[in-house]
């Protein structure tokens, strides 16, 4: 499934890359994260818990960034395995564009679950994935730009 | 014996006091002292290559007590699972036999597929370990769309089935078909798609298995419907242990419909790992398991043609289909879609040719084997819904199409030109009698008064035809099946006089404890309350085929009813002796043996005791002890018959389409018990309804996952969705048993959702939709009606 959406952000798209690519931010932005580790610029390890419908779960795995454009955008990919509810992967093209003294940045999201998540909340998942998105890049777009925006989506 | 509880009688079943005060006794229930718990790790993709298992953060967890992979089985040079009917394909090759290994050693080919066995001291211990190993998947392209399973390009389940094709089978002649398709007045042509079904018994398979050390002897308790079938697979194919040293007990088991025939993975482990863990261990499925795991059932994609001359006779019936195996063959997947299925074809019909073609497929999805009805409710579906089409396009009365195209009663015993020989029917009789009780004369009236409401009312009918009975060992033997199929039944009096009687059948809510007690009491006369049907355990009773294919009275009933021929033999010479009478004038009648035209007589009970006690005996002509064995193999499957007819009413703004009546008559021979058999009747229909209307496996097409994996997704039919249905029989004895009796337990699910297809379509027709695929939802429904309007707009 593929969820799409927009925000403003009241910061330079320099600002907005850089955050993009900060641990901290990242880590306090994306739901449910307990630990995100950077092996390397391009890629970091990932614990979160994440419910969707009726399935609880904590899925650690890896996160990489590729396509790496400063400050237009880049790729960010997760793959994760939730142990016995299954595993769920995903990615997100991010793209910036300035638009005044803001950034609009804009996100393509494509994710996929298996097992037991796929198995009893298969309906559930286009709903949890927007939301998780909203949510990531909601907070993230409160973080780095100041005063809160508000969601163009 | 005419008595309150012989055959005949609404005997409440014995089975019931347990059942309904909870102190039935399941597998799950057994006590087992030192138990450790299994929990199986399963695939969560469709199809991978395994690059490594990490078990080492797993094994340290709290409570572990062993951990094994598929590695741990080739090491210990465990066999795989087997298909034990092997299906000869048109050039008279043996199906391709791909590898079906316990647990996936580098591969795995479906959501659920088993991948490692953890045993911990708990279940909570086994599965929190579970979550700790760690599985390095390659992740493959999976082979999920039945009908684009050959396609090129499509990706390969087993290296051993190149394109993915388990065998090209096919029965009759084509080119005679196609000749008599040439000269038709009329054909009607049709594609359909036989859902696929979860069976959903109410009890999740278990299993549970102890070794013991000092004998070497195992004994596994299971959820299975023929556990001496189960021992006989795992001691000469997968395990290995003698089939002396391997005791199988099947306990009460809460409902199979076929899925609990066959043998599994994971009650393969628990058996094996037994020794190893030096433990018993005790595993359960939990209901996610069940949906990922039983074996599935129906998944056809068909196409057929039937031929009609200008009268409206059949000529010829030509039927293409692909049948789905899932991911690997299970124990009987090969038969079900073909002798069990192609051989249905001529219904109750005199079609004189038909030709059927059918290609099994190996995809990505759970393995597919027999549920309620095996190939005979994908049959009748076929069948009677091309005829009910047959009839709508040539604007005949569907009823009057079927009674031309009737095996005429004179004709039996009927040759089909599809192998099987009918050995009794009287259809017309029960098609009247139906449409009697459905009043079919006032239905018209009915419709007028539903559009008056804004409904759409349809009538919809089936008449169906099924071979059960399973089966005369020299013909399955002859078609490829690798046991034979009769049945055993043992006798055995106690010196106090009351009665055990052991059968290899199996009894899963088919409430045998009744129905075998009240031939018995039929036949011998022992009160109900002192007989004792014995089933399940192979140490306690005689090797038999156990419980599928509406078998257990036809073939079942038969032995118990050979058996009680020698116990009553055997008592009328024991009787001649005390009477000092010629045993050729002892007669039994009503428990009593007597010498005709005197007062001598001795009760059987007395008998029995002087066999036991025979101080006064004779010897020299007779054993002491009366205890018979019998078996029994049928001359021929039972084909039992009946036509039923659906009532239904749809919503056409929202698509629901409400079952408002629904009759069934059935001609099943004698009946023994008919609450019993109403029963079966009742919860068949259901089934059959539910497939019409409900229930859907589905898999995501293009990653594997099964997103119809619970209760949320999948529709169980519920009471609420049902009217009461309104039954009839008609009673044509089988000429080839002692009973006289034919099959009941699948008649139901292999009639309904043609009758109800035909209804929904038959309401529908008026608004010009022409088809609509099962499960008819409303979704569906509603999108059908949507798209016949769009295209009478264009």
Request: proline share 6%; charged share 20%; glycine share 10%.
């Amino acid at each position: 499934m593929e969820i799409k959406g927009e925000y403003r952000i009241a910061a330079s798209r320099e600002k907005v890359f850089a955050a993009l690519n900060d641990q901290a931010v990242l880590q306090a932005c994306i739901p449910g994260c307990e630990s995100l580790e950077m092996l390397s610029p391009t890629e970091m390890t990932a614990k979160v818990r994440l419910r969707i419908g009726p399935v609880s779960a904590a899925f650690s795995g890896k996160v990489t960034l590729s396509d790496i454009d400063p400050p237009n955008g880049y790729k960010i990919t997760g793959e994760g395995q939730g142990g016995v509810a299954g595993f769920a992967k995903g990615g997100a093209v991010v793209a910036l564009t300035a638009d005044g003294d803001d950034t609009i940045l804009k996100y393509d999201v494509d994710a996929q679950v298996g097992g037991k998540i796929a198995q009893v909340g298969a309906r559930l998942i286009a709903g949890t994935a927007k939301k998780l998105a909203d949510q990531f890049f909601g907070k993230f777009a409160e973080r780095v730009g100041a005063p809160p925006p508000v969601a163009a989506a | 014996m005419t008595s309150a509880t012989g055959i005949g009688a609404r005997v409440l079943r014995t089975e019931d006091k347990r059942f309904l005060t909870g102190t039935g006794r399941y597998v799950d229930d057994l006590p087992l002292a030192r138990a450790t718990y299994a929990y199986f790790l399963r695939s969560p993709h469709a199809h991978a290559k395994i690059k490594s298992i990490d078990i080492a953060a797993a094994e340290k967890h709290p409570g572990v007590v062993n951990i094994f992979t598929g590695k741990d089985l080739v090491d210990a040079k465990v066999g795989g699972l087997i298909c034990g009917w092997v299906v000869k394909d048109k050039h008279g090759d043996p199906h391709k036999a791909p590898p079906h290994p316990v647990m996936a050693v580098d591969t795995v080919r479906y959501v659920g597929d088993t991948v490692a066995m953890i045993v911990a001291n708990s279940h909570d211990e086994a599965r929190d370990a579970a979550e700790a190993i760690k599985v390095d998947y390659e992740v493959l392209p999976a082979n999920v769309d039945l009908a684009r399973a050959f396609d090129k390009g499509v990706p390969q389940v087993h290296a051993e089935a190149p394109g993915n094709l388990i065998y090209d089978w096919e029965i009759g002649v084509k080119a005679d078909v196609e000749a008599a398709f040439a000269k038709a007045a009329h054909v009607t042509k049709m594609d359909i798609v036989n859902n696929r079904l979860i069976p959903n018994a109410m009890e999740p398979r278990a299993a549970a298995a102890e070794y013991d050390k000092g004998t070497g002897n195992y004994t596994l308790w299971s959820t299975s419907q023929n556990p001496h079938v189960l021992r006989l697979i795992l001691s000469a194919f997968v395990l290995g242990i003698p089939e002396h040293k391997l005791r199988v007990i099947a306990p009460d088991v809460g409902g199979g419909f076929g899925s609990k025939i066959f043998c599994y993975a994971d009650e393969t482990m628990v058996c094996w790992a037994a020794s190893r863990v030096g433990r018993p261990i005790k595993w359960t499925a939990e209901r996610s398991e069940s949906f990922l795991t039983d074996c599935h059932g129906r998944d056809h994609v068909t196409h057929a043609e039937l031929a009609l001359d200008k009268e409206g006779k059949f000529l010829a019936l030509k039927v293409e289909t692909i049948a789905n195996m899932g991911a690997y063959l299970s124990t009987f997947a090969t038969a079900v879609p073909t002798y069990l299925y192609a051989t249905l074809l001529a219904g109750q019909y005199t079609t004189p040719l038909i030709y059927a073609n059918v290609k099994a497929a190996v995809t990505n999805t759970a393995p597919v084997d027999a549920y309620r009805g095996a190939g005979r409710p994908e049959a009748t579906f076929v069948v009677e819904t091309i005829v009910s089409k047959a009839a709508a396009e040539l604007k005949m009365d569907p009823a009057e199409l079927r009674r031309k195209n009737f095996i005429p009663t004179t004709a039996f015993p009927y040759q089909t030109p599809v192998a099987l020989q009918y050995d009794s029917g009287n259809y017309p009789p029960i098609i009247d009698e139906a449409m009697k009780i459905a009043d079919y004369p006032g239905f018209e009236a009915r419709r007028a008064e539903a559009k008056a409401r804004g409904k759409l009312r349809g009538i919809g009918f089936s008449s169906y035809i099924e071979a059960c009975g399973l089966a005369p060992s020299q013909v399955v033997g002859s078609l490829g099946a690798g046991v034979g199929q009769w049945e055993s039944a043992q006798i055995k009096f106690n010196p106090t006089g009351n009665v055990q009687v052991m059968t290899g059948a199996h009894s899963h809510g088919q409430g045998h404890e009744t129905t075998f007690a009240q031939l018995i009491h039929d036949k011998l006369g022992v009160p109900m309350d002192q007989i004792e049907i014995v089933h399940g355990d192979t140490a306690t009773t005689p090797f038999g085929m156990g419980t599928y294919g509406s078998r257990s009275l036809a073939v079942g009933g038969s032995a118990i009813m050979k058996a009680t021929d020698k116990i009553i033999a055997k008592g009328k010479k024991i009787a001649a002796h005390l009477m000092e009478a010629d045993v050729a004038d002892v007669v039994f009648e009503n428990g009593t043996f007597k010498v005709a035209g005197t007062d001598k007589n001795v009760p059987l009970a007395q008998a029995v005791f002087a066999a036991y006690v025979p101080h006064n005996y004779p010897h020299a002509e007779l054993e002491p002890g009366m205890d018979e064995n019998a078996f029994y193999d049928p001359a021929n499957f039972v084909y039992p018959s009946g036509t039923q007819i659906c009532e239904v009413e749809i919503d056409p703004d929202t698509g629901i389409v409400e079952v408002i009546a629904h009759t069934a008559v059935d001609d099943f021979g004698n009946i023994i018990n008919p609450m019993i058999v109403e029963g079966q009747v009742h919860g068949g229909i259901v089934q059959g309804v539910g497939q019409a209307l409900f229930e859907g496996a589905v898999y995501d097409k293009a990653t594997g996952q099964l997103v119809s994996g619970s209760f949320m997704d999948y529709t169980m039919p519920r009471a609420d969705n049902f009217p009461s249905f309104k039954l009839g029989y008609k009673v044509t004895p089988c000429p080839h048993n002692p009973l006289g009796v034919k099959g009941c337990g699948e008649a139901g699910a292999i009639a309904a959702p043609a009758a109800v297809m035909n209804a929904v379509h038959n309401a529908l027709a008026p608004i010009g939709v022409k088809h609509v695929e099962m499960p008819a939802t409303p979704l569906n429904v509603w999108q059908s009606i949507q798209g016949a309007q769009r295209a009478a707009a264009e």
